[in-house]
């Protein structure tokens, strides 16, 4: 078997934790979510809840990790031998697989934007809604574009972890936030940049209903991809000198901020346009956002071409460096348990996830009639691993870290042996007992009761 890599610098683990949190649940997902909740009211429990619930768990699966030094399975076994703790790790692993799956199908919808915009196909008062609904369900193509992404991750993966992981952290991350930031300055130029920002920033606590806040809840959970072990996973490889807490903070901030810099881009060029709606749903990004560039940039063809180009690279390099991560978490268990090659090991998981992503991906087409539980693949897994496998894993975490592993142990990773205040870690450590177990056990009893 291979040894274990690990991260080369502190930039190195900040950054690639940072590209594992940050993906298109920060740029698709949080503008529906936000589009669809009332604006900044949404955004203020938003925040509340990554400091108070989801940064809690964050510093709970780096305590496993870096105390284990091993794959989200075997991390259990090793700090509490004997017992059945490690039931989790396969979940986390399964969830991994699923996750990834159903995740391309959705990041190869972005690299066929990519492809349109770079070719100039997006523009000229088209009928986006067929466009995307025929390109989706088409039986090829989209698979296509799910095959290509599989392998940009798989290439990246089986490098390793500071060859592989690290460098492509390094560079894409600074990338993205540059392409970010150029974006928000076109988009606050615009005709209704006013309004859009005045949705995003005045709140209205009139929407905040209790299905509001439990969605507040849900994508605090879900943008910082915690509960399904891939940051158990990166935290393997943290030496001994990084310091916990702090860079789960460093990362909840970047989380957040690429979230809420998204809305800056979204939200003004939405309101730039009569007629177009900020809670258009999950169709805002592929739907909606073609048509805002249409006419935004009607007399500005050239600027148009620009900015659609830049928005759809900018969602494609948020989806590898989330993809990379979950395909981490299925790489590291096999290469481990069954003493593989990296290359080895991250093949069998690019195959695997080939043929569940194809299901997922045809679900939308030509196996729209298969259901299970009443869904396609592409909404079961997506339902299995958000309702339940990543709440169920934010439960365990918080239990086994609060209540299972020895206080002097968890201490000496959060204060560093004694390096870092003890009070911070003694804060952690009253959120991992006390709130985290229970917010989270709320939104698990919410998806299910919800469904």
Same mark, same amino acid.
């Given at each position: ?80 031998? &004997?017992? =059945? ?6 979940? #986390?692993? *399964?969830?991994?697989?699923? +996750? @990834? !799956? ?93 309004? &859009?920002? =005045? ?6 606590? #009139?929407? *905040?209903?209790?299905?509001? +806040? @439990? !969605? ?236």
């Amino acid at each position: 078997m291979e040894s274990r890599g690990r991260f080369g610098s502190r930039i190195g683990v900040v950054l690639a934790s940072a590209g594992s949190a940050v993906g298109l649940g920060n740029i698709w997902r949080f503008s529906t979510e936000v589009g669809r909740n009332g604006g900044a009211a949404f955004i203020l429990v938003y925040l509340l809840f990554v400091l108070f619930l989801a940064m809690p768990v964050l510093v709970g699966e780096f305590v496993i990790g870096r105390a284990s030094k091993a794959n989200t399975v075997d991390c259990y076994r090793r700090l509490a031998p &004997g017992e =059945r703790w490690h039931m989790m790790g396969y979940l #986390s692993v *399964l969830a991994g697989f699923m +996750v @990834l !799956s159903f995740y391309s199908v959705v990041a190869g919808w972005t690299l066929h934007y990519s492809c349109s915009s770079l070719m100039g196909h997006i523009s000229g008062g088209l009928d986006h809604a067929v466009l995307f609904n025929s390109f989706v369900s088409h039986p090829f193509r989209p698979l296509a574009y799910l095959f290509v992404f599989l392998l940009l991750t798989h290439l990246v993966v089986s490098r390793g972890v500071q060859n592989g992981i690290e460098r492509f952290s390094k560079c894409m991350v600074p990338l993205l936030f540059i392409i970010i930031l150029i974006l928000v300055f076109c988009s606050l130029n615009m005709p209704g940049a006013r309004e &859009g920002l =005045r949705y995003l920033l005045q709140p209205d606590f #009139s929407r *905040l209903t209790t299905p509001v +806040v @439990l !969605s507040a809840v849900g994508q605090a959970f879900f943008s910082l991809s915690v509960g399904i072990g891939c940051m158990v996973t990166y935290a393997s490889y943290f030496d001994g000198e990084t310091r916990l807490m702090s860079s789960a903070f460093k990362i909840c901030m970047i989380d957040t901020l690429v979230a809420v810099l998204s809305g800056f881009i979204i939200f003004p060029a939405v309101f730039s346009v009569d007629g177009i709606s900020a809670d258009a749903g999950p169709g805002l990004v592929f739907i909606t956002l073609p048509s805002v560039f249409d006419s935004a940039f009607s007399g500005l063809p050239v600027l148009g071409y620009c900015f659609s180009l830049l928005f759809y690279v900018l969602l494609l390099l948020a989806a590898l460096t989330s993809s990379i991560s979950m395909h981490e978490i299925c790489t590291a268990f096999i290469l481990e348990r069954f003493s593989l090659s990296r290359r080895w090991a991250a093949a069998i998981v690019t195959a695997v996830c080939i043929v569940l992503g194809s299901a997922c991906s045809l679900s939308f087409g030509a196996w729209s009639e298969v259901k299970i539980f009443g869904m396609g693949f592409f909404d079961l897994f997506d339902y299995a691993t958000a309702k339940f496998i990543m709440p169920l894993g934010g439960i365990v975490i918080s239990l086994f870290v609060g209540w299972r592993l020895e206080r002097r142990l968890v201490m000496d990773e959060l204060t560093n042996g004694g390096h870092v205040a003890r009070i911070s870690a003694r804060v952690v450590l009253f959120l991992l007992r006390w709130v985290a177990p229970v917010g989270v056990a709320i939104i698990f009893v919410n998806g299910l009761i919800g469904r």
